[in-house]
């Protein structure tokens, strides 16, 4: 028996699976592909201001940076701040990081939705096929119970677990992937953000 002779089997709820299965791949390449593009971004912009002395080099930098990331967000900020209060401009810094970051994590509420209610969706279409055989074995109680329909029908309603707990496991280890993806620019941009306020520093003292 085929895939698609089990998908055929599984009844309606298979195609509400698919359709999430469909949603998942639509934002796990989203996500994938911003994130190896902002992660680009943010390494070329890093290498472009490694030989910067001064704030009009590190402004020129940022201006002629491909792209907009977090890490050219937060040195407009950085370069644009009034005060002098290191403690401040972190705390400045820090907050541009987190709303770009959040830009960053747009979808995966979406995504993790999908990894929580697929398992859900298949236990449905399984209980669901149970009521319908346990009907059977009730209408069939004069005759006789067929054990063979019986059976055919146990193992037809189980498909939907099967096919829930499959798209469930797969959305989740993407999830978590892309999490890890997304708590690696942080970490980048923390240690980034070290090295400019120190860079910064300098400059002004030189100043």
């Known amino acids: ?109 979406w995504l993790s939705t999908c990894a929580a209610i697929a398992p859900l969706i298949g236990f449905l279409g399984t209980v669901i096929g149970m009521v319908n055989v346990f009907m059977s074995i009730q209408t069939q109680s004069q005759s006789g119970v067929d054990i063979t329909v019986l059976a055919g029908g146990i193992w037809e309603a189980l498909l939907t677990t099967i096919g829930g707990l499959i798209v469930g496991i797969i959305a989740i280890i993407l999830y978590n992937d892309l999490v890890q993806h997304l708590e690696n620019i942080a970490k980048d941009l923390q240690d980034h953000l070290i090295q400019y306020l120190i860079r910064f520093k300098s400059i002004k003292s030189g100043n």
Not at 7 to 35: P, Q, T, W
Not at 54 to 62: A, M, R
């Open 1 to 109: 028996m085929s895939i698609l002779d089990l998908f055929m089997r599984g009844g309606l709820l298979m195609y509400v699976l698919l359709v999430i299965s469909f949603v998942v791949l639509a934002i796990v390449l989203e996500k994938y592909r911003l994130l190896r593009r902002i992660k680009k971004q943010i390494q070329a912009l890093h290498a472009a201001l490694s030989g910067a002395t001064s704030i009009k080099e590190i402004k020129s930098g940022i201006d002629s940076a491909e792209g907009d990331n977090p890490l050219g967000q937060m040195l407009r900020k950085l370069i644009s701040s009034d005060t002098d209060d290191v403690s401040l401009i972190k705390e400045s810094i820090e907050s541009t990081a987190v709303m770009e970051l959040t830009k960053l994590e747009k979808g995966m509420g």
